[in-house]
């Protein structure tokens, strides 16, 4: 039972970073090549879409990184699972304070509301975003290290 609890949560997180990571390098990039509003607009739909499954994706995989340290508590590795545990803490509490307020407005939207500074707002987002996308990798590396 242990190791399916090591496989699941590692799955979990995994699939977490290949979405945070087709955001960062895929999706964005391809919103911010499209035409006139097309791109804000689509920036908008992202942040509905995503902004209600997240955080529970989020919330989710550190709540099984803590029942696989709590359970593995002896075994080889739970050190490692402990820090990525933390390293998921770090990127909730970064979601919260840095990412969720400018996604909160983001996804209200349109060309006609939409404030002057809309694009620096989107460009920090980004770039709180990159940051994210390594706390969550390296949190994704220190798990599959555990498993061996």
Not at 118 to 144: C, G, P, S, T
């Amino acid at each position: 039972m242990f190791h399916a609890l090591q496989v699941v949560t590692t799955v979990v997180v995994g699939v977490m970073v290949g979405v945070e990571f087709s955001v960062a390098f895929v999706i964005n990039p391809i919103l911010n090549a499209l035409p006139e509003d097309s791109g804000q607009l689509g920036h908008a739909h992202g942040g509905r879409m995503l902004g209600a499954v997240m955080p529970f994706w989020y919330i989710g995989s550190l709540v099984l990184v803590g029942i696989w340290a709590a359970a593995g508590w002896h075994h080889h590795g739970t050190g490692l699972v402990v820090t990525a545990g933390g390293l998921l803490l770090l990127s909730v509490v970064m979601s919260v304070l840095l990412l969720v307020p400018i996604n909160n407005r983001n996804r209200t939207w349109t060309p006609e509301n939409r404030p002057e500074d809309w694009k620096e707002q989107m460009n920090r987002w980004d770039r709180y975003h990159y940051v994210r996308v390594a706390v969550i990798v390296a949190a994704f590396v220190l798990l599959v290290t555990a498993l061996t």
